[in-house]
């Protein structure tokens, strides 16, 4: 056996790294492995090794929980049987803890809930352990006996965890960037995950960008054999070897069954449980505090902090001096109510073109959410007073808060007026009409604009199935138009369970499914730990996801509004003159920075020799939409920036296709 560590230090953040190798440099990779991921945890780092099975784990520590040596990564079990490495906080270790010491566990050596969680796996077992706790998580377990590595992620999938073979070796990290330090790392693009990105603006599902390298599903154990880790598979082999510990479809099953449908009995049951999750998340050794838009999710958020706080709560948000654009003035009205301690910026494209040439080393797969700027402003402004963050993610996926719902269920009914063939005709006119002003658009005449319009109401008309509305209503349609070949059909998504036959509820399914994974949590955690910033985010406690599913259709929609159960929350600590106002995403103007500061880094990835290096897009088509959206001809800043990010990510990780 083989072990290094680092010392305490008063430096922050939290990432796994491991591999199989039997060669004698195994340590010397993985240290170079962890080096990639020291902005998750400068605080203490440590690498284990085991000469005869050639596994070796790493861990980069972010110190929240007990911030002495006690808390160190790798640890052994108790008995020596395991060996731990995690990232993420066990919220119930303490409850956990009182269990384990009921039924005679040794004493304890320190007060981590990573010692917490190897008690808990030595006495109930991985799966039973598991199912016990109400964290975020991304671990991995060596079982020193029966020779097995079992990785785990938390039930939504806040924290990340990629694996795969890389020239026969096995190997694991918190971010994929650490993959690139394994002997052998070549790049090369997946096909399918790319056409799905164009489309969307983030990749979906357990298959990552590069082929080969996998990511672990939310509420899912994968256990593999020494012999199993010595092979290389793919993820049709691998699908059946996952353990759903927890599984949201199963969740909004179940749910379904006992519908509740009295708005005031409901907001009973939902009150204490997002007390409780707050109150847990904010058990920490290190300072904390909330982002704040003074929308109705982080405003109830930090309602709830603020409520259960001695002293003033630190508050952060951030500002654009664009008018649409700007929720400053709102969350510090917010602020100024709830008596916390407020900070805001105010930031312009000159900050955000300071963070370009870094979005692709931190957001680690190709990744166009606009609101990846801010989140990644906010993250830095925070983490200059406080450790820790909690945030309001998920509330418009879990109580139908996206404006989205509306226009596509409205679309639907139109649609569902016509009959099949009126429908099919229609979009047939439109695309034929997309292709033949085509030409136009590509000389740069001014009707060839229509081009772009009727491509994306092509798009929306072609289909009656909600989830690929969805999913072009995220991505912005018309992105189709910019692939070539086979790949341009392809598209990942996950079909509601088939007692779900709401279509509202089977958009929601959709979002919490992918939306809320692939593209709120991977934001949020990248952008967060690129600063040391650990996030939290309490409604997306396992048990406020299962009451949502309960929720029937009335209690989420009034009006005309979503949110219903979390405003009649919010009203007994806010006025209602301070949150009701129509919905305002977090992203900046994204549009006239495009054709404004950010055009000259625009042109050098829209070139001709950077789109050469992308075959499976039709360039032609991308400077006709980019020189259209110049002269103000179409607003495709959406589509744009879906190809930036590709251009700029191939270039950084030097993918092939």
């Known amino acids: 056996m083989r072990k290094t560590c680092g010392s305490d230090s008063d430096k922050l953040m939290c990432g796994i790294a491991g591999l199989l190798d039997h060669s004698d440099a195994s340590l010397q990779v993985l240290s170079r492995m962890l080096d990639r991921l020291k902005h998750r945890g400068p605080d203490d780092f440590g690498t284990w090794g085991d000469r005869d099975s050639g596994i070796a784990l790493g861990h980069r520590r972010l110190s929240i929980i007990d911030l002495s040596s006690a808390g160190h990564q790798p640890m052994i079990s108790a008995s020596g049987r395991f060996v731990l490495i995690y990232n993420g906080e066990i919220y119930n270790f303490i409850a956990l803890r009182s269990e384990l010491e009921k039924s005679g566990t040794p004493t304890w050596r320190g007060r981590s809930d990573t010692e917490v969680l190897l008690a808990a796996f030595e006495a109930w077992g991985v799966n039973g352990a598991i199912k016990r706790c109400n964290g975020m ?3 991995a377990l060596w079982d020193r006996d029966a020779r097995t590595l079992t990785l785990a992620r938390d039930r939504m999938g806040e924290k990340p965890l990629y694996f795969g073979w890389i020239a026969g070796r096995f190997a694991f990290a918190s971010e994929m960037k650490a993959l690139d330090r394994v ?27 590069v082929e080969g390298i996998f990511r672990l599903p939310p509420g899912t154990l994968l256990q593999l054999t020494l012999e199993e880790m010595q092979q290389s598979r793919d993820w049709a082999w691998l699908e059946p070897k996952t353990n759903h510990y927890w599984s949201l479809a199963e969740a909004a099953s179940a749910g379904q069954e ?19 999750a707050v109150a847990l998340r904010m058990v920490a050794d290190v300072p904390l505090g909330v982002f704040l838009s003074g929308g109705i999710d982080s405003s109830l958020v930090t309602a709830l902090m603020q409520a259960q706080s001695a002293r003033p709560v630190r508050s952060f948000s951030i500002g654009f001096n664009e008018p649409g654009y700007d929720e400053a003035p709102f969350a510090l009205a917010v602020a100024r109510h709830l008596g916390t301690d407020h900070t805001e910026l105010y930031v312009d494209a000159a900050a955000a073109l300071k963070l370009i040439p870094n979005l692709a ?27 820790v963050a909690l945030t309001g993610d998920g509330g ?8 989205r719902y509306f226009a596509i269920l409205e679309l639907q009914r139109f649609l569902g007026h016509l009959s099949p063939k009126l429908h099919r005709s229609l979009a047939a006119l439109f695309r034929l009409s997309a292709k033949l002003l085509s030409p136009l658009s590509r000389s740069g005449h001014a009707i060839g604009s229509w081009s772009f319009r009727l491509s994306r109401l092509s798009e929306r008309l072609s289909t009656v199935d909600l989830d690929a509305m969805r999913l072009s209503f995220i991505g912005g349609a018309g992105n189709s138009r910019l692939l070539r070949g086979p790949s ?59 009451l949502s599913w309960q929720l029937a259709p009335t209690l989420l929609i009034h009006h005309g509004h979503g949110k219903l159960l979390l405003r009649r929350v919010l009203e007994q600590y806010v006025p209602r003159a301070l949150f009701e106002r129509p919905k305002q995403g977090f992203a900046p103007p994204m549009d006239a920075w495009l054709r404004g500061p950010l055009r000259e880094w625009a042109e050098s990835r829209l070139s001709q020799d950077s ?13 006709a939409i980019w020189n259209a959206h110049c002269r103000r001809d179409a607003n495709a800043g959406y589509v744009i920036w879906n190809v930036l990010m590709l251009a700029d990510w191939r270039e950084r990780f030097r993918a092939r296709c």
């Open 137 to 139: 998580f991304a671990l």
């Open 183 to 209: 002997p052998g790392w070549s790049p090369r693009m997946n096909g399918p995950m790319i056409a799905s990105f164009l489309r969307t603006g983030y990749v979906q599902g357990p298959e990552s960008a």
């Open 258 to 276: 006992e519908l509740l449908t009295d708005a005031d009995g409901a907001a009973k049951l939902l009150e204490p449980l997002l007390r409780e």
């Open 361 to 387: 080393e931190t957001f680690d797969e190709p990744f166009a959410d606009h609101s990846q700027l801010p989140t990644l402003l906010v993250s830095e402004l925070t983490r200059k007073h406080v450790t």
């Open 396 to 403: 418009d996926e879990l109580f139908a808060g996206y404006q």
């Open 488 to 546: 341009a059909a392809a598209i990942h998504y996950d079909q509601p369970p088939s007692k779900i036959h709401e279509p509202l509820r089977r958009l929601m399914y959709g979002d919490q499914n992918d939306y809320l994974v692939d593209d709120i949590l991977h934001k949020v955690d990248r952008a967060s730990m690129a600063y040391g910033l650990e996030t939290r985010v309490p409604l997306l406690d396992h048990r406020i996801v299962e």
């Open 611 to 623: 789109l050469r290096e992308l075959p499976m897009l039709d360039s032609v088509a991308v400077r």
